[in-house]
């Protein structure tokens, strides 16, 4: 069971903007560990999306944003397109003893 | 280009044995951390363990439903990652991913600390445990 909890879905029209949480704790997201995500299509690898909290790597448009507070992180889509639909997943560091570097349960983006 | 090119996955018995390896290119592998990630059919992402580069150690850490069973080593001069497997269980079943592991130095509560992401992921490759 992961440490990381995360809507299983969500949905919006094209050009629409959605948020995706990522719920933590005081060992992990609460703790200063930085919160990263990665997008899933169907039937591919995932691919990192967001690293940091809040940074793009080279080639991810901008329509993709990442913010941390708290115990929480979030990723926003805005002016949602149809290429955006795949699952993804916040991934953070958790310094409790069994855990380590734990994912998020994923998110479906279905778009509309 | 950075390219990861899992191999070695297939249907094995439970408490047999497999080992997967990992063929590294478009950078300095040597330098890298590296890690794998496994994915069971229709759930979601769970970290295995990582290697870091020899410079940096060449030390391993694993999640704890493989501690003891799982073994993760590199041979630098082949470019390649490797994954041993021994005593598996039906619920290794997944795709197993290998990946770069980018470090960075953060302040959590007032202390330095490495952490890492996954920033490059190769295809997978499928180990399936069943009788």
């Known amino acids: 069971q992961s440490v990381l909890t995360q809507p299983p879905s969500v949905s919006g029209a094209p050009g629409q903007r959605v948020t995706i949480s990522c719920t933590g704790s005081?060992?992990?997201?609460?703790?200063?560990?930085?919160v990263h995500w990665y997008q899933q299509l169907p039937g591919t690898a995932p691919k990192l999306l967001i690293y940091?909290?809040?940074n793009r790597p080279s080639g991810v448009p901008d329509r993709f944003s990442g913010s941390k507070s708290g115990t929480s992180a979030s990723l926003a889509i805005t002016g949602l397109q149809a290429e955006d639909e795949a699952d993804y997943y916040c991934q953070s560091y958790d310094s409790s003893l069994s855990a380590r570097y734990v994912f998020g349960t994923g998110t479906k983006v279905t778009v509309l | 280009e950075v390219q990861l090119v899992e191999s070695g996955g297939g249907l094995v018995k439970p408490g047999g044995s497999l080992r997967l390896s990992c063929a590294a290119s478009g950078f300095t592998f040597s330098n890298a951390w590296m890690s794998w990630v496994r994915q069971a059919p229709g759930k979601g992402l769970e970290w295995v363990g990582r290697?870091?580069?020899?410079?940096?150690?060449?030390?391993?850490d694993y999640a704890a439903p493989v501690k003891g069973r799982f073994t993760i080593s590199r041979d630098d001069s082949k470019n390649t990652l490797y994954l041993q497997m021994n005593s598996l269980k039906t619920e290794d079943t997944a795709v197993y991913y290998c990946?770069?592991?980018?470090?960075?130095?953060?302040?959590?509560?007032?202390?330095?600390?490495?952490?890492?992401?996954?920033?490059?992921w190769g295809q997978g490759t499928l180990v399936t445990v069943s009788s």
């Open positions: 005081s060992s992990n997201i609460g703790a200063g560990y930085d």
């Open positions: 290697i870091k580069s020899k410079t940096d150690g060449g030390t391993t």
């Open positions: 940091g909290n809040s």
């Open positions: 990946t770069t592991a980018r470090t960075f130095i953060t302040m959590v509560q007032g202390v330095a600390v490495v952490q890492y992401y996954f920033d490059y």
